[in-house]
């Protein structure tokens, strides 16, 4: 019994490395040089290259992405960035004159009181 539970651990060992030896690819090492390709690789990877760029030009032009373009209306002014106009309200704030104060003392006094 003890033989054959060992034997099924063997196995089953000698599968995953199996299957870990077959997936590792060749990794290059430093200044490691690359072999030649043959012809036919030359080719499958040229008709490799020319089947993507044609599959590039199959996609259709995308539109713009405005997640907000239902919300806005159409008639809405367009935001001007022209400088003069920048300029134009900057001297208007700034050459505008400030209300006078009214000081409590000397504000006129009214008895609503009285006027009744």
């Known amino acids: 019994m003890k033989a054959k539970i060992a034997g099924l651990v063997v ?4 599968q995953v490395g199996a299957a870990a030896w077959a997936q590792q690819a060749h990794v290059p ?6 072999k030649e390709k043959s012809e036919t690789e030359k080719a499958v990877a040229r008709d490799a ?3 993507y760029k044609r599959s590039l030009g199959n996609i259709p032009e995308q ?3 405005d997640p907000w373009g239902t919300m806005r209306s159409d008639s809405a002014a ?5 400088k003069t106009a920048v300029d134009r309200a900057a001297t208007k704030a ?6 006078p104060k009214t000081d409590i003392k000397t504000a006129p006094k009214t008895d609503t009181a009285t006027k009744q």
Request: aromatic letters at 4%.
């Open 94 to 99: 700034a050459h505008a004159k400030p209300k």
């Open 63 to 65: 539109k713009s992405a």
């Open 29 to 34: 090492t430093y200044r490691e040089e690359e």
């Open 49 to 51: 290259e020319q089947a």
């Open 11 to 14: 196995v089953s060992a000698l």
């Open 78 to 82: 367009p935001k001007t960035t022209d």
